[in-house]
């Protein structure tokens, strides 16, 4: 009798494992619930759609749900909600607007990704009050700007310094967090003509990389008229039935709209309900092989924790690549190839206008310590191509390594658009997954030519540094 294999969730990581799966067994029946319409989406480029650089959200879908359907063979079901698992009968309850189905399965992946956090304060609920985490919020946030731009109450050239960039400007609006949604849909909005205010609560913009990284991207950001108030914890969005004001314990700064980007938390109700356990992160535990407590169940992306490559603890790091490999590790798996999903490294990147940005592995001293190490960092600037070629810039990488072994932990590195900020972060993620030294790093053998960076690239300088501080 032929195994069915039920997918609950129909993205990166739900379709990765449904297609792996369907490629390597032609026979297996497989079953994807997927509550809303899209399947397959590229949700990292919803901002650049908002921005207007991507012109249709169809642009975004890597596979139309009629392809998985008739040329992959997937039974791939849309306006399907799972509301319940039954480990013990081995069935996933599903309700649509054509009624309950229950469906048999014999092996089993939760792939509910995350939501976008609403963070506990008034106002929340007010016309104008927006979030970034779904393809309907894209087309949503689209349509203002579109309204914005287009004649709508909001078109007041005189309203700021931002609309010397354009004929016609709007806003004021509030962006509520600092972290990768906040910078990227501060430059979508901004480019758009809006007065944007960004508030972070802590005292730099994306906490999770280096100081020197955030403080480039933080004066870029006020070079380019976003307004950044740091320490600036909201207490509250205030209005009528429409969003006015965004008020911090010091000011209250009037708005016409507010996005909330203060990040993200894995859905896990419905794993928990069915007695799957979560982890110390509060995402979905799994092993190696990223299956669950409950035998034959599995969990993959951004709803499941992974394995931290440098520390080997558990680590929640909702990103695209994580859940596209191990959805596709699954689909191995319960085709009887086992295949372990790999550990995460933490590797994010960033633009910011005309600044890109990346980070990896261990930055922050005291995690570092709590794993065990004892973290001394360096930071270099340098410059990005051959002095004698045109063009070019600078990279300002900050490499952390291990007082007592000079393995390697992390790094963050930062550029103007284009000088490989990004690129060369990948020769540190390949040394971070090796355990290699600061040592090893100073000695890799990377490629030069003038167009691309100096005899010694910048993260050859940037390991010479701190192996010397060693």
């Not at 039954?86 to 992946?109: C, F, I, K, M, N």
């Not at 100081?211 to 004066?219: C, L």
């Not at 690129?423 to 030069?448: C, M, P, Q």
Request: charged share 25%.
């Amino acid at each position: 009798m032929t195994d069915t294999f039920v997918i609950v969730g129909g993205d990166a990581a739900g379709m990765s494992a449904a297609s792996k799966a369907k490629r390597d067994d032609p026979d297996l029946d497989v079953v994807v619930f997927e509550k809303g319409d899209w399947v397959s989406y590229g949700a990292c480029g919803l901002p650049y759609y908002v921005k207007g650089e991507i012109q249709s959200l169809e642009a975004l879908v890597s596979v139309t749900p009629e392809e998985f359907r008739e040329e992959r063979d997937v039974d791939l079901r849309t306006g399907h909600e799972v509301v319940a698992i039954d480990p013990d009968d081995r069935t996933v309850t599903a309700e649509s607007d054509s009624g309950t189905v229950v469906q048999p399965y014999d092996h089993l992946l939760i792939a509910t990704g995350s939501e976008s956090v609403v963070p506990p304060i008034d106002g929340t609920d007010l016309t104008g009050v927006y979030t970034l985490g779904s393809m309907s919020d894209g087309k949503e946030l689209r349509e203002y700007v579109a309204r914005a731009r287009d004649g709508g109450s909001l078109q007041q050239p005189d309203r700021g310094p931002a609309c010397r960039y354009l004929e016609t400007c709007t806003g004021p609006i509030g962006v509520v967090g600092g972290g990768y949604i906040g910078v990227e849909m501060a430059e979508a909005l901004a480019e758009n003509g809006f007065e944007v205010n960004l508030f972070q609560r802590g005292d730099r913009v994306l906490k999770g990389f280096s100081a020197e990284t955030s403080e480039r991207v933080a004066d870029h950001l006020r070079d380019r008229d976003v307004v950044l108030h740091l320490d600036a914890a909201v207490e509250e969005l205030a209005g009528e039935s429409d969003v006015e004001a965004v008020v911090t314990v010091d000011d209250r700064i009037p708005v016409d709209m507010v996005l909330l980007g203060t990040g993200v938390r894995p859905r896990t109700a419905l794993a928990e309900d069915a007695g799957i356990e979560r982890g110390v992160t509060g995402a979905i535990a799994t092993d190696a092989y990223r299956e669950t407590n409950v035998p034959d169940v599995y969990a993959a992306g951004d709803c499941a924790e992974a394995t931290h490559a440098v520390t080997g603890d558990p680590t929640y790091v909702p990103l695209a690549l994580t859940a596209n490999r191990h959805g596709r590790a699954v689909g191995r798996t319960v085709t009887g190839r086992p295949t372990e999903g790999g550990d995460v490294a933490g590797t994010a990147a960033v633009k910011a206008f005309d600044v890109e940005a990346a980070r990896t592995g261990v930055l922050d001293h005291d995690d570092a310590r709590e794993a065990g190490f004892e973290p001394v960092s360096e930071t270099v600037t340098a410059a990005s191509r051959a002095g004698y070629y045109p063009g070019g810039g600078t990279a300002t990488i900050t490499l952390t390594a291990d007082r007592d072994s000079g393995r390697l932990l992390g790094a963050s590195l930062a550029s103007e658009y284009g000088e490989g900020a990004v690129h060369r972060s990948h020769a540190i993620v390949a040394a971070l997954h090796e355990d290699a030294t600061v040592f090893d790093l100073e000695n890799y053998d990377l490629a030069y030519a003038p167009p691309f960076n100096t005899t010694w690239d910048p993260v050859l300088v940037a390991a010479k540094v701190l192996a010397g501080k060693l």
